[in-house]
T-cell receptor
Framework: DGGITQSPKYLFRKEGQNVTLSCEQN?????MYWYRQDPGQGLRLIYY???????QKGDIAEGYSVSREKKESFPLTVTSAQKNPTAFYLC???????????FGPGTRLTVL | AQRVTQPEKLLSVFKGAPVELKCNYS??????LFWYVQYSRQRLQLLLR??SRESIKGFTADLNKGETSFHLKKPFAQEEDSAMYYC???????????FGKGTRLSVIA
C-alpha cells in the first residue's frame, strides 16, 4: 500500500498530553482531510485543507489542531482539550477539492 | 444542511440472496453520491459513485432524486462482501464528503 500513509498504526498516550498523528501522501493531491471514526458514529470530519498553508474546521474541530506547511503532509494534533480522544483517526486526500477521496490505513489512538 | 442516513446498523443475509443497503440523503441541490467499503483489516476504499453509473464487484446504485435515495444493490451476495459500507454525499462548492453512520453487511454461508 502506498499513496497515503499514516503513522503510527497504534498510539498510546497519557491523559493530558498532546499527541501528533502523521499523514503523508505522494499522490500530488491538493486536498487533505482528517476524519474520526467511532463505532456507530460513522466518519466525522475534523479538519480539511484544500491547499498548502490553508485549512478549515470540520464538524468536530474542538480540541484538535492541524498544519499544512507542505503539500504532502497534513499532521493532526490531538490536544489535552479534546474531551474524548480515544478513537480511530483516518486521513484522506483528493486530487482537488472536487475529487473523490483516497483514505489512509488509519491510526488508533488510545488515551489512558 | 447536508445529511446522510443509513437506517440499518447491521444487515445479515444468506449467501446467494439479494442485498440492498439503504441510503437516504438530505440536500437541497444536486448532490454527488458515493459508496465506500471497509473490509476487515483494510482501509476504507471507494466502491462506486453515482456519476460513473458502473457496476463494481456486482454492486450497483442508482440515484433517485425523487426519493432522495442512493441504495446499494447486489443480486447475489457472496461471503467476501461482508464488510462495513458507508454512503457519502458531496454538495455544491466541492465541499468535503459527508458520511452516513455505516451499515455492517454480514453474509452467512
Amino acid at each position: 500500500d502506498g499513496g497515503i500513509t499514516q503513522s503510527p498504526k497504534y498510539l498510546f498516550r497519557k491523559e493530558g498530553q498532546n499527541v501528533t498523528l502523521s499523514c503523508e501522501q505522494n499522490l500530488n493531491h491538493d486536498a487533505m482531510y482528517w476524519y474520526r471514526q467511532d463505532p456507530g458514529q460513522g466518519l466525522r470530519l475534523i479538519y480539511y485543507s484544500q491547499i498548502v498553508n490553508d485549512f478549515q474546521k470540520g464538524d468536530i474541530a474542538e480540541g484538535y489542531s492541524v498544519s499544512r506547511e507542505k503539500k504532502e503532509s497534513f499532521p493532526l494534533t490531538v490536544t489535552s482539550a479534546q474531551k474524548n480522544p480515544t478513537a480511530f483517526y483516518l486521513c484522506a486526500s483528493s486530487i482537488d477539492k472536487g475529487g473523490w477521496q483516497f483514505f489512509g490505513p488509519g491510526t488508533r489512538l488510545t488515551v489512558l | 444542511a447536508q445529511r446522510v442516513t443509513q437506517p440499518e446498523k447491521l444487515l445479515s443475509v444468506f449467501k446467494g440472496a439479494p442485498v440492498e443497503l439503504k441510503c437516504n440523503y438530505s440536500y437541497s441541490g444536486s448532490p454527488e453520491l458515493f459508496w465506500y467499503v471497509q473490509y476487515s483489516r483494510q482501509r476504507l476504499q471507494l466502491l462506486l459513485r453515482h456519476i460513473s453509473r458502473e457496476s463494481i464487484k456486482g454492486f450497483t446504485a442508482d440515484l433517485n432524486k425523487g426519493e432522495t435515495s442512493f441504495h446499494l444493490k447486489k443480486p447475489f451476495a457472496q461471503e467476501e462482501d461482508s464488510a462495513m459500507y458507508y454512503c457519502a454525499l458531496r454538495g455544491a462548492g466541492n465541499t468535503p464528503l459527508v458520511f452516513g453512520k455505516g451499515t455492517r453487511l454480514s453474509v452467512i454461508a
